[in-house]
């Protein structure tokens, strides 16, 4: 057992003279080593925030996001249905707070994301004309991008706008706006952050059909002469199943075409599913097995975990001058959707922090390949 995990095994009385020396932040500061500082030279190490966490309610928690990551997402905030509620209504509150918490704790923000088909404010279920779509589209980008030029590093301009087959979804703006909206998003978007980078974001984007889809894009973006300056890939994987041959040739085409390449919501699931990726839409129905570690997941699984995100960092670091950021999605297990979906009251542990912001083994093999 390494010596940072020890402290948290200390019996009572030793840890309350431990901590009575030394405030309970600083042991964990002291004590586990931070994702940060060990892949400074490498790349970001970036964090989805939920409500809780940007409101900092629990100073350890906020401690600990500092401790380990430079870089943060709003799971959901910044997300159409939250920051523009009404055809004229904006609400920045939780926004703003979000750029204050980067800005107090060094942490850069990735803006998520301005053009989603899911999560759409309630009222453009009531839109039936291309005029009034193309109205939301244009002002929502103006305004939200505009607001935050400067204040975000980057935004995901357009997320999952393609089907797995490299098609493009047939989402409300494909309908309205026809195939061009991806690269009217990224024109509005420019126009209106002009000091912002500009991402689009998709899952299995790493799958060859997938991924031929999303190079189709980008050249798209880019034959219009319109600014596009990275891709993420989501990386929603599956334990034991990590497609790290099509990740590494997603790194390498991707780079080809003159744009960042990056890691914006990592998380290895490890419950059972019978299909891959993070459709929202998409659910199963719970029966006796689907839940099958609710109180702690078996050792064999456990190793496993670690030996994919081992895996995946190697690769990662095989190509640390291509990566830019590597996001994982949630701070540690107990804040992770997986928990939710694609049944709800799951329990899963899928992120490198247990319940309690303990490391993982997993934690533990992505830093000894540092040392
Ligand atoms: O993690 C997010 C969860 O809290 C929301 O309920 C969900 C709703 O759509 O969105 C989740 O985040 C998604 C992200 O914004 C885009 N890629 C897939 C993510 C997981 O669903």
């Known amino acids: 057992m390494s010596a940072y995990r020890n402290i948290f095994s200390l019996n009572k009385t030793a840890f309350f003279l431990a901590t009575a020396i030394l405030p309970l932040g600083s042991v964990y500061a002291q004590t586990i080593p931070s994702l940060k ?22 100073p350890k928690m906020t401690e600990f996001i500092v401790s380990q990551f430079n870089m943060a997402t709003p799971e959901n905030i910044m997300k159409s249905a939250l920051i523009h ?8 509150e939780m926004a703003d707070k979000l750029v204050a918490f980067g800005k107090k704790h060094n942490i850069k923000i990735n803006g998520h994301t301005l053009i989603w088909h899911s999560q759409l404010p309630p009222f453009i279920r009531g ?21 935050y030029d400067g204040k975000v590093l980057s935004w995901d301009v357009v997320n999952e706008a393609l089907n797995e087959d490299g098609t493009m979804r047939k989402s409300v703006f494909l309908q309205y706006l026809g195939d061009d909206f991806v ?17 689009y974001n998709d899952y299995n984007n ?32 599956h334990v034991g199943k990590v497609p790290l041959k099509d990740i590494e040739e997603s790194i ?10 990056m890691f914006t919501e990592l998380d290895i699931e490890v419950l059972p599913r019978n299909f891959q990726g993070a459709d929202v839409g998409q659910r199963m129905t719970a029966n006796a097995q689907s839940n099958p570690y609710p109180e702690a997941l078996p050792d064999s699984v456990q190793q496993q975990l670690a030996a994919d995100y081992e895996a995946l960092f190697k690769l990662f670091l095989k190509h640390k001058d291509k990566v830019t950021r590597v996001t994982f999605w949630g701070v540690n297990d107990a804040n992770s959707w997986l928990n939710n979906w694609p049944i709800r009251g799951r329990t899963s542990y899928p992120l490198l922090f247990d319940r309690n912001n303990q490391p993982k083994p997993a934690f533990e093999k992505v830093i000894a390949l540092k040392k």
């Open 127 to 147: 839109i039936k004309s291309a005029d009034s779509i193309r109205t939301f589209f244009t002002e929502h980008i103006k305004t939200v991008a505009g607001r």
């Open 252 to 261: 390498l085409q991707y780079l080809a075409l003159g744009v960042k390449v």
């Open 183 to 199: 690269t009217e998003a990224f024109r509005l978007a420019q126009q209106a952050a002009p000091k912002t980078e500009l991402y």
């Open 37 to 58: 500082d060990t892949f400074k030279k490498d790349f970001g190490i970036g964090t989805a925030l939920n409500n809780a966490q940007i409101d900092e309610r629990d």
């Open 206 to 237: 790493e799958q060859p059909a997938k991924r031929a889809g999303c190079i189709e894009l980008i050249k798209k973006i880019k034959a219009a002469g319109v600014r596009i300056d990275g891709v993420g890939i989501q990386g929603h994987w």
């Open 85 to 92: 509620p009404g055809w004229d209504t904006y609400n920045f």
